[in-house]
């Protein structure tokens, strides 16, 4: 079986979120299964692509509405992904410094346009097409829609929407950038007024996963509009746990660490990762340390993080630091926070995440909304204690520890106090000896890249065309 995943992210050549670190794991632990697997995604100007070699294997030009544009596909050649890597190159549109920006709509469609035009000149065609969120929605409409190709109509694709929050709307205006197709049938693309990339390939993908079980379930209540839709299509929809690539989020092996550690030499290795953050963020190594690694936007509850850390600080004997960057206003409260035991790193810093996953004690994730979450995966693999609150994938894979099989704190609702108190509480569970045990035990859960593998798996062979 050959699949082929298009997506505008993928780890380690661009990425914003979590949706880079999937489409960069899951390919190769479907090559375990032994199945193809390999990804195509947009060419933009990064350090990646500047620092690594591409060989040029076809080149075309598309319209893009009465626009021209000439592109590329680049092949990576060397071998260190562990699945083949294509990438579309229209300099004019794509290669850039950003992922994301104003002008996406026609970037994400020029991309999509030559993805399957290149894809029609393939001796060897996919079985399977794999889209991941909105920025590659087209894709499903396209292969079932426009004339151009036909050809390719009896490929199933699947749609994983890794965060419906955003869904790649444009106005009906723009209807003519898309290769002619069946107008019939052009409903497919309208949902509430607009064209909806998302909603488009929840239509007309063969089958739609999220990415926890819970997310599918809670979508249907709330999804930005798209509620009907989900409900309406919940035949073909399938909710899959994310797994975390084990071979780079491994503590005894990953090279970002100051020290390397495994389950028997856990105390020791935290610590020395402790040590260096304290120092680097003049923080107090006796205390308690919580760290927060993410965006800062609504969805994860940051708003509330200037007020809660204010009161957190306040009432408990801990330190807290904090790595991401969002909305500005976020970053300005954060900012001016001037209380001691609290320091943050406003921007996006690989190595850091990694040490503060290590040498953090406490992972906070008070998101409003939590599609998966990986963060709390990497947390439990270097013996960090996940406070969460009770939505989506979070819901799926921590346990309270006051329950049976518990060993994260789970809080229910992200207000300023729900938050704090779960803080309180963890801090008290800090001095307790079970704590110790408690890391070993978070450390022996299995989230690899395995179980959920062989699920997409098997979900591409219900769809044997
Ligand atoms: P989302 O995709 O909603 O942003 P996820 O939990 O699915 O959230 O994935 C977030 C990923 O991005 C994790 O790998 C996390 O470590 C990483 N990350 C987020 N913000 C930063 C940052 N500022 N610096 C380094 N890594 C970050």
């Known amino acids: 079986m050959n699949i082929l995943h298009i997506s505008a992210e993928c780890f380690p050549i661009a990425k914003v979120g979590g949706l880079a670190d999937v489409v960069g794991a899951l390919p190769k632990y479907q090559k375990d299964l032994g199945t193809s697997a390999n990804v195509i995604m947009p060419f933009y100007n990064n350090k990646f692509t500047q620092s690594n070699t591409f060989e040029e294997i076809h080149s075309d030009y598309i319209a893009l509405g009465h626009q021209y ?48 035009d290149w894809i029609l000149t393939l001796k ?9 969120d909105h920025h590659t929605g087209l894709i499903p409409f396209m292969i079932s829609q426009s004339f151009k190709y ?16 955003y869904q790649g709307w444009f106005s009906h205006e723009n209807v003519n950038l898309i290769p002619p197709f069946n107008r019939d049938n052009i409903g497919l693309l309208d949902w509430g007024g607009n064209i909806n990339s998302l ?30 839709l989900l409900n309406h299509e919940s035949s073909k929809c399938i909710g899959i746990l994310n797994g975390i690539d084990w071979s780079v989020w491994n503590p005894k092996t990953d090279d970002k660490l100051i020290k390397n550690y495994d389950k028997s030499t856990v105390i020791s290795g935290k610590s020395s990762n402790k040590k260096w953050l304290c120092k680097e963020y003049n923080l107090d190594v006796k205390k308690p340390l919580f760290v927060f690694i993410g965006r800062l936007v609504g969805e994860k509850g940051a708003d509330l993080f200037p007020e809660i850390f204010k009161e957190a ?82 819901k799926d894979t921590i346990i309270d520890i006051t329950k049976e099989n518990g060993f994260g704190v789970v809080h229910h609702g992200v207000t300023i106090e729900k ?30 890249w395995g179980n959920s593998a062989q699920a997409y798996v098997n979900l591409y062979k219900s769809l044997k065309n």
Request: hydrophobic share 40%; with cysteine; glycine share 4%.
């Open 150 to 165: 036909k050809t390719l109509k009896n490929i199933p694709t699947v749609l994983t929407i890794h965060n419906a929050q």
């Open 199 to 228: 909603a488009i390939a929840i239509k007309c993908a063969w089958k739609v996963t999220t990415v926890s079980p819970s997310y599918m379930e809670e979508l249907k209540i709330k999804a930005n509009g798209l509620e009907d």
């Open 313 to 394: 600080l306040a009432e408990n004997n801990i330190s807290i630091l904090l790595l991401g960057s969002g909305y500005e206003k976020i970053e300005e409260a954060l900012t001016s926070i001037s209380q001691e035991n609290f320091n943050k790193f406003i921007g996006y810093d690989e190595k850091l995440a990694h040490i503060m996953y290590a040498g953090a004690d406490f992972l906070l994730m008070p998101s409003r909304v939590e599609p998966c979450g990986l963060n709390q995966m990497y947390s439990l693999r270097y013996g960090t204690v996940p406070i969460v609150n009770a939505i989506g994938g979070l």
């Open 419 to 448: 938050v704090t108190s779960a803080i309180t509480k963890a801090s008290i569970y800090f001095n307790q000896k079970e704590f110790r045990k408690n890391l070993k035990k978070m450390m022996q859960i299995d989230h690899s």
């Open 124 to 132: 060897k065609q996919p079985n399977i097409i794999h889209t991941h």
């Open 69 to 116: 544009y000439n592109f590329k596909v680049l092949k990576l050649t060397s071998n260190q992904l562990g699945f083949d890597l294509f990438c579309i190159d229209i300099p004019d549109l794509i290669y850039k410094e950003y992922v994301y920006s104003s002008d996406d709509t026609e970037r994400f469609l020029a991309f999509q346009i030559a993805a399957l």
